[in-house]
């Protein structure tokens, strides 16, 4: 496995790939690695000849400049995980590589800009669509890999490659849960061993509403009586609940079961931010 930290050193790599005709899998990701991750490389293992996973923190994704600093380093390890995977290349920038000047360019999902994460983190969203691009430019991958549990990130990164005609194509990988349920995330390791157990009201929300759904009861009763149960919370901060196209993430009203559709919610459970996310197949 080789740690790459620039443009400059990838390129004849890149071009050593191209001339043998290989296929080559990005896997980005921030670092702090958990399953879910790896899934993603097993994924990209199984289907391309070269597997790179890109480790980079982005500060400009962060509308929280209190989260971009509590954000989990754990880089020895990472690398140590990565490896015994057999991961080909480790893309591991400095900011200053990744941003020699401030973007001067503004990226505008549309309505994707309005609801959900869009709504709660202004700006987000043009920094993970700044970011990402970046890494299709530099890594040239046939294909890039993302997990289903930042689902509105899929929906943006969909609409980055279709309206910029980047040539490669996207797998989404399902989420990876822990034994209990909850979602894997890196920020996961910032909840102390209480929230770690109040965390569980995320997925127990979304399973709830779930089965309440499928059993016939009308969308509206369902979220008032979610958000009833965050409001009794004493360290759950419910953001938002919401029933969406998974596609254009327009919010629903009524619940159709003819129709795709997918649950979502995000909270904080003491400072910690989680976001999780179930679809609803019948």
């Not at 140590?80 to 973007?103: A, C, I, Q, R």
């Not at 390791?189 to 499928?214: C, G």
Request: charged share 25%; with cysteine; glycine share 6%.
């Amino acid at each position: 496995m080789k740690l790459i930290r620039s443009r400059a050193e990838w390129n004849p790599h890149w071009l050593n790939h191209l001339q043998k005709n290989q296929k080559i899998g990005l896997v980005p990701t921030m670092g702090a690695l958990h399953q879910g991750h790896l899934d993603l490389v097993e994924k990209s293992k199984s289907q391309m000849e070269i597997t790179v996973v890109s480790i980079f923190v982005n500060p400009t994704q962060f509308n929280n400049p209190e989260d971009f600093k509590k954000y989990p380093i754990t880089l020895e390890k990472d690398l140590e995980k990565l490896e015994s995977y057999g991961v080909d290349y480790v893309f591991n920038p400095t900011v200053e590589t990744m941003y020699p000047s401030k973007p001067g360019l503004t990226l505008n999902f549309g309505e994707l800009e309005t609801v959900l994460e869009g709504k709660f983190r202004p700006g987000h969203f043009n920094g993970v669509g700044t970011v990402v691009a970046k890494l299709f430019h530099i890594i040239k991958p046939q294909t890039a890999y993302f997990g289903q549990k930042d689902l509105q990130q899929v929906a943006v990164i969909k609409r980055l490659v279709r309206d910029l005609s980047f040539d490669l194509d996207l797998e989404v990988v399902p989420t990876r849960r822990e034994e209990d349920g909850l979602a894997m995330s890196s920020r996961n390791l910032r909840l102390n061993s209480e929230e770690r157990k109040q965390a569980l009201v995320l997925v127990e929300a979304l399973k709830t509403a779930q089965s309440q759904l499928e059993s016939g009861e009308s969308w509206q009763k369902v979220k008032a009586q979610i958000e009833s149960k965050f409001f009794r919370m004493d360290s759950g901060n419910l953001e938002y609940f919401e029933l969406v196209d998974p596609d254009t993430f327009e919010l629903k009203e009524h619940f159709d079961p003819n129709q795709k559709s997918s649950i979502c919610v995000a909270a904080y459970i003491g400072e910690v931010r989680l976001i999780d996310n179930l679809p609803i197949i019948l």
